[in-house]
Nanobody, 126 residues
Framework: QVQLVESGGGLVQAGASLRLACAAS??????????LGWFRQAPGKEREFVAA????????YYADSVKGRFTISRDNAKNTVYLQMNSLKPEDTAVYYC?????????????????WGQGTQVTVSS
């Protein structure tokens, strides 16, 4: 089991940037070829996929709504995954969760990820 802790959320104005980080403990990312993902859940809405990255970092996937604005990256030596969010919009307001998937291929489905962080709030004002 891997424990995940997100950080970096906050309140910003539209057009600003934020960088989220998710640090892991318990199991190293590289030990089990973990794919990593970011998901978000806005009030009254279902959780949705944001971005995912393969264990090696060679494959990255993005939701259409964030493509070109968000960048996912990882540092396996630091057991940390990042989400750089630029040109933020009010509709990006949500609780952002990082998730880890042991082995296998990268996924965009939340059900495929076995470990989740507690979430960090991102609020974008207009």
């Amino acid at each position: 089991q891997v424990q995940l802790v997100e950080s970096g959320g906050g309140l910003v104005q539209a057009g600003a940037s934020l960088r989220l980080a998710c640090a892991a403990s318990g199991r190293a990312f590289s030990s089990y070829a973990m794919a990593l993902g970011w998901f978000r859940q806005a009030p009254g809405k279902e959780r949705e996929f944001v971005a995912a990255i393969s264990w090696s970092g060679s494959s990255r996937y993005y939701a259409d709504s964030v493509k070109g604005r968000f960048t996912i990256s990882r540092d396996n030596a630091k057991n940390t995954v990042y989400l750089q969010m630029n040109s933020l919009k009010p509709e990006d307001t949500a609780v952002y969760y990082c998730a880890a998937k042991v082995g296998g291929s990268t996924s965009t489905r939340g059900a495929d990820f076995g470990s989740w962080g507690q979430g960090t709030q991102v609020t974008v004002s207009s």
